[in-house]
């Protein structure tokens, strides 16, 4: 089992940055691809970014050039480095693992990013 907590959260104006974090309990994290979706009012849950085990990360189009993904295996974190916030990155943000392995997911409960224009 995998527990997933997420914290950074919160009011931005339009052009700045939050940083997100994630915490993960369990002794596994170092084999999980992590992920971070996002779900705004009324849309799906959107894939944001992930990082594999191995450090090989993937952005959505939407967020590529302004998020980083990044891990930290000795404190079993993942963070998102948001900069350049625009309005429409306003959403409830999720962090995922996910066990390849066995084809396991976990997910955070959610952490909510404004951003206002």
């Known amino acids: 089992q995998v527990q997933l907590v997420e914290s950074g959260g919160g009011l931005v104006q339009a052009g700045g940055s939050l940083r997100l974090s994630c915490a993960a309990s369990?002794?596994?994290?170092?084999?999980?691809?992590m992920a971070w979706y996002r779900q705004a009012p009324g849309k799906q849950r959107e894939l944001v970014a992930t990082?594999?085990?191995?450090?090989?990360?993937n952005y959505a189009g939407s967020v590529k050039g302004r998020f980083t993904v990044s891990r930290d295996n000795a404190k079993n974190t993942v963070s998102l480095q948001m900069n350049s916030l625009k309005p429409e990155d306003t959403a409830v943000y999720y962090c995922?693992?996910?066990?390849?392995?066995?084809?396991?997911?976990?997910w955070g409960h959610g952490t909510q990013v404004t951003v206002s224009s």
């Open positions: 995922n693992a996910h066990y390849v392995t066995y084809g396991d997911d976990y």
């Open positions: 990082i594999t085990s191995g450090g090989s990360t």
């Open positions: 369990g002794r596994i994290f170092s084999l999980l691809t």
